[in-house]
């Protein structure tokens, strides 16, 4: 089965910034597409940003803003989600997110696509 586990959440200033970081094991981590998701108390758990198994990259451009970047290190087996001049709406539990590989009707950005899941991450932004 696939493994995923978070790391590096913490509590931060605003403005300040945080490597987050989502390790992967179980099937072959190039062909891996991974994204983050973020959930706050009381909202919806939304989107954040996905490196597909070709290497593409897709940001939720409207709650990053070029602030984020993700990244994938396939020697460790790793994608890091590294998080600029962060915000207070910035602070919700990240998650990192597995689809099944050749999953139909593959939406990238809904969460119900997603087959395997961490335990999250929580990140704390103080004004």
């Known amino acids: 089965q696939v493994q995923l586990v978070e790391s590096g959440g913490g509590l931060v200033q605003t403005g300040g910034s945080l490597r987050l970081s989502c390790a992967a094991s179980g099937r072959t981590f190039s062909s891996y597409t991974i994204a983050w998701f973020r959930q706050a108390p009381g909202k919806e758990r939304e989107f954040v940003a996905t490196?597909?198994?070709?290497?593409?990259?897709?940001y939720d451009t409207d709650s990053v803003k070029g602030r984020f970047i993700i990244s994938r290190d396939n020697a460790k087996n790793t994608v890091s989600l590294q998080m600029n001049s962060l915000k207070p709406e910035d602070t919700a539990v990240y998650y990192c997110?597995?689809?099944?590989?050749?999953?139909?009707?593959?939406?990238?950005?809904?969460?119900?696509?997603?087959?395997?899941w961490g335990q999250g991450t929580q990140v704390t932004v103080s004004s």
């Open positions: 997110a597995v689809p099944r590989p050749y999953r139909p009707n593959f939406d990238y950005k809904s969460q119900y696509d997603y087959d395997y």
């Open positions: 490196i597909r198994w070709s290497g593409a990259i897709i």
